[in-house]
């Protein structure tokens, strides 16, 4: 199997395994057709990387040469995308229930603050009154492929409540602010075409309301995320220009018809952008016919936890095996020591033997961004395919590490 031109055998053998490798020319070809779907001479849009799904410096570097801004979640996020060279103006900050020193971190780094709640904007204030705050408004509705990832709704922990939103900005107001943005974020991971146009109608006209309440304007008003790619069994990928074409339609609608000023539309890919790109390969390391037949790798869920978290599922291939006809079922799982760390459950695979390298595909998004080194299975090294080369990014965890922060012994 090749992977940005390199065989998965070489890169195996020169990096090791566990291994993550990104194909940097997929990356830089899904920013293009994002920002090509939602191209408009009428309307301005503005693209924000959501780092959350990987926040590598590699990654967020290239997407910031690419004309994309970042969305940041946490100050270490707003350090990595200072560092690499974003804007401060180009940043839209994120948190939820944040604390004094995040959103100190958030003032002093010059990025759009975007307040989760009511009482978020009370918090701020006793740091600063910036002149222009945005609001995080939960629409009532939400979609996720997984309910874990559903982050709209009666269940969702984010969010101004819509039916609330209007005291939010009533209140921001009050303190003197009189530049605002607006934004949502329903859900993750999403196939359906019509999800994405309804749920920004559905936000502008939460805000069509606000404006003629209070009789402000938005400069921006940000969509979210949410975009899904296909994974395993999954059926057709979202169609992207078409979901752009109904998102600009709606949105020039909208603004020409509700009191809403001349904002941008904003977005916030994350996983649309890198997931497709990704590539986990770990090694077959051995064999268990049990009650059932088990392949241990030496990848887990400290490597790629989708699957214990959210009973996820990849695309997987055996290099040098794909096109084996006859299959067997089979679990894959780690080596920590849970039993949860499965990957999957009866999936028809070639006849696997030790040293056989597995590939799992679509593991560009929440894969080594999420990885933890649990019972000291430390965390693996990641790779860039540029240009047909292949650059180690991030050196593979080593115990060293970990003593590195252990202050011992404590003294009495």
Not at 133 to 158: D, H, L, M, V, Y
Not at 191 to 204: I, K, Q, S, V
Not at 230 to 247: H, K, M, S, T
Not at 265 to 274: A, D, I, K, S, T
Request: proline share 4%.
């Amino acid at each position: 199997m090749l992977i940005g031109g390199l065989e998965v055998k070489e890169l195996a053998e020169e990096f090791g395994t566990p291994l993550y490798v990104y194909d940097f020319e997929r990356i830089w070809k899904n920013a293009e057709r994002l920002k090509q779907a939602f191209k408009s001479d009428e309307i301005k849009t503005g693209f924000y990387y959501a780092m959350k799904a990987n926040s590598h410096p590699a990654i967020v570097s290239l997407l910031n040469e690419r004309g994309f801004g970042s969305d940041c979640v946490s100050p270490g996020e707003l350090e990595i995308a200072l560092k690499m060279g974003v804007k401060p103006e180009n940043i839209l900050y994120t948190g939820n229930y944040e604390s004094l020193a995040d959103l100190k971190a958030a003032v002093n780094s010059g990025a759009v603050i975007n307040l989760d709640d009511i009482n978020s904007l009370e918090r701020l204030l006793r740091i600063a009154c910036p002149e222009l705050i945005s609001f995080r408004i939960n629409p009532g509705k939400g979609r996720g492929k997984f309910e874990q990832i559903n982050t709209g709704g009666e269940k969702a922990k984010f969010g101004v409540p819509h039916e609330k939103a209007w005291m939010a900005y009533d209140k921001a107001r009050q303190a003197g602010i009189m530049r605002f943005g607006a934004h949502m974020m329903t859900g993750s991971g999403v196939l359906d075409n019509e999800h994405f146009p309804r749920m920004l109608e559905l936000l502008l006209d939460i805000l069509g309301k606000i404006s003629h309440k209070l009789g402000i304007t938005f400069e921006f008003i940000d969509m979210g995320g949410g975009l899904g790619i296909p994974y395993y069994e999954d059926g057709n990928e979202l169609d992207i220009q078409r979901v752009g074409a109904e998102c600009l339609k709606i949105f020039k609608k909208k603004i020409t018809s509700l009191p809403l000023g001349d904002p941008e539309l904003h977005l916030e890919p994350g996983r649309y952008l890198v997931g497709d790109a990704g590539y986990l390969i770990t090694r077959v390391l051995g064999i268990k016919e049990s009650y059932q037949t088990f392949a241990g790798l030496d990848a887990g869920f400290n490597t790629l936890i989708r699957s214990a978290l959210y009973k996820a599922h990849h695309p997987i291939f055996v290099d040098g095996k794909e096109n084996d006809e006859q299959l067997f079922p089979v679990n894959l799982c780690g080596q920590i020591c849970e039993n949860t760390d499965i990957f999957t459950v009866g999936r028809q695979m070639p006849k696997l033997a030790e040293k056989d390298l597995i590939i799992f595909t679509q593991a560009g998004a929440y894969g080594s961004v999420m990885a933890m080194p649990y019972n000291h299975r430390l965390r693996p090294a990641e790779v860039a395919v540029i240009n047909g080369k292949a650059i180690e990014i991030t050196r593979r965890e080593v115990m060293k590490d970990y003593w590195n922060r252990i202050k011992f012994p404590v003294e009495r």
